[in-house]
């Protein structure tokens, strides 16, 4: 009998190791090499291993002309939202990993996927590792699920999973979650590496070789990301991060990795006692409870994925109490504000070394790209100049070191969403209008600098009472 050898594992990265280590010497986590019993590969082949060196798959070459699309036809749901996030609907025989907070509302959503795709008259297995079937039928009552065709197994053992489906025959697949399914014929504990890796690999086997769409449930760590190790991400074709706040019912689905769409889309839901519910202008929900008359605000045109959404970024600029001057901000790079905040003090003479700057994107959006960062300079400079923006202008732009305001792409689809909610002014680079096919109900001011805008922005618009 082979000798059964023992190495340590990563639990963050993946790395092994044969001693044991406090700190892993990859990427650098504490306390999280675990121990873990490795045997021979010849006892210790997974089904989906032995089934690929026996020949026993089902893929076979094909030649590239001989490809037809229209046997692989997106799937789409009764949910546009989801659809958008994942460009354009569900694709057969595709991998899908869901990532969130605990209780955030991963497993009400696809419950409810599963509810729909049932009513398409196909199949679909719901696989639960943290549920008996009596708790899932709870919810599913209470979200209105009707299941026909919907079964639900709770299991966590990957051969039986295995074996069920391919007596049933789903066509569709959800396992909840891949932390708590178990390999049995590894010796390593449910949720490590060597499980995750294997359980992942097994599923990637039955979506690819048998065209089932697998749905994965992945939770996440403290700092928001996919628990596992990173190959996890990496073999799945899509994956969702689900986000939002427990306190409050808006949930956000973004997209990180798609290979069939576009990546960063954006979905919008609220959670109701009956299930989610999309919210059809997420634009308007982002800017429903914007103050009237108040300083340190301003409207973006922002891109996420395909769609234009406008946020508003509001700063807080006063003086510091301390040496060194404060920098926060909630849902945007903290270095991009310190960035700006440099180049508004050299380019547009705004003293702001001894100002605290609090800066947020409201709505709990997270906000990245480069044409965001007009609007977060003329939200500084209201703030510290205690000089309002008319409620009707709105901003899109990139700046550069030298205070110029750089060009930036999609600025038609951004001006048709401005004007759709009723602004009637959008600052834009001046690089942009040519050629540029304006809406009638909105006004393009192209600015060229940092110092222009701010005039441009503030001329007709008085002072607020500086000691409020």
């Not at 749905?215 to 596992?228: E, L, P, Q, S």
């Not at 340190?296 to 700063?315: D, F, K, N, W, Y």
């Not at 209201?382 to 305001?405: H, K, W």
């Amino acid at each position: 009998m082979a000798k059964i050898k023992t190495q340590y594992v990563c639990q963050n990265c993946g790395y092994t190791a044969p001693q044991h280590f406090g700190r892993c010497p990859n990427c650098g986590a504490w306390n999280q090499m675990v121990e873990e019993k490795v045997a021979p590969v010849s006892t210790q082949a997974t089904p989906s291993r032995r089934a690929s060196s026996n020949g026993d798959s089902r893929s076979k070459p094909q030649l590239l002309g001989e490809v037809s699309l229209a046997q692989t036809p997106r799937v789409t749901t009764e949910m546009p939202e989801l659809n958008r996030v994942l460009g354009g609907g569900i694709v057969p025989g595709s991998l899908i990993l869901i990532g969130g907070d605990p209780g955030i509302g991963k497993s009400t959503l696809l419950l409810q996927v599963c509810g729909q795709l049932q009513e398409t008259g196909e199949k679909v297995l719901y696989v639960s590792g943290e549920e008996s079937v009596a708790q899932i039928k709870l919810r599913a009552s209470r979200l209105g699920v009707k299941g026909a065709k919907l079964y639900l197994y709770p299991e966590t053992n990957m051969t039986q999973i295995r074996a069920t489906i391919a007596e049933l025959d789903p066509k569709y697949v959800v396992i909840d979650s891949v932390q708590t399914m178990n390999e049995p014929e590894l010796n390593s504990v449910v949720g490590s590496v060597s499980q995750i890796r294997e359980v992942t690999a097994e599923l990637m086997q039955i979506a690819k070789n048998e065209q089932r769409t697998v749905f994965v449930v992945g939770h996440v760590t403290k700092d928001g990301a996919i628990a596992g190790p990173k190959i996890l991400e990496h073999m799945v074709d899509t994956v969702l991060y689900f986000e939002g706040d427990t306190h409050h019912a808006f949930r956000i689905l973004r997209s990180v990795k798609n290979r069939f769409g576009s990546t960063n889309e954006l979905g919008i839901f609220e959670m109701h006692e009956d299930g989610l519910q999309e919210v059809a202008n997420p634009s308007q929900l982002f800017l429903e409870e914007r103050l009237a008359g108040a300083t340190g605000s301003a409207v973006v045109v922002a891109m996420e994925g395909t769609r234009p959404i406008l946020v508003e970024i509001q700063a807080l600029i006063t003086p510091t109490m301390f040496g060194n001057a404060k920098r926060t901000a909630a849902g945007l790079d903290h270095n991009r504000v310190a960035l700006l905040m440099a180049v508004l003090e050299k380019r547009a003479n705004l003293m702001l070394q001894n100002q605290d700057a609090y800066l947020k994107a409201t709505g709990g959006v997270k906000l990245d790209e480069p044409a965001i960062d007009l609007a977060m300079a003329l939200a500084i400079a209201s703030s510290y100049r205690n000089q309002e923006i008319a409620p009707d202008d709105c901003f899109v732009g990139e700046i550069g070191l030298t205070g110029e305001i750089r060009r930036v792409n999609r600025i038609e689809e951004r001006l048709k969403e401005a004007a759709k909610l009723g602004f009637k002014r959008a600052f834009v680079p001046k690089n942009n209008l040519g050629g540029l096919k304006i809406p009638k109900e909105i006004t393009a001011v192209g600015v060229s600098t940092i110092k222009q805008a701010i005039y441009l922005a503030f001329q007709d618009q008085p002072r607020g009472d500086q000691t409020d």
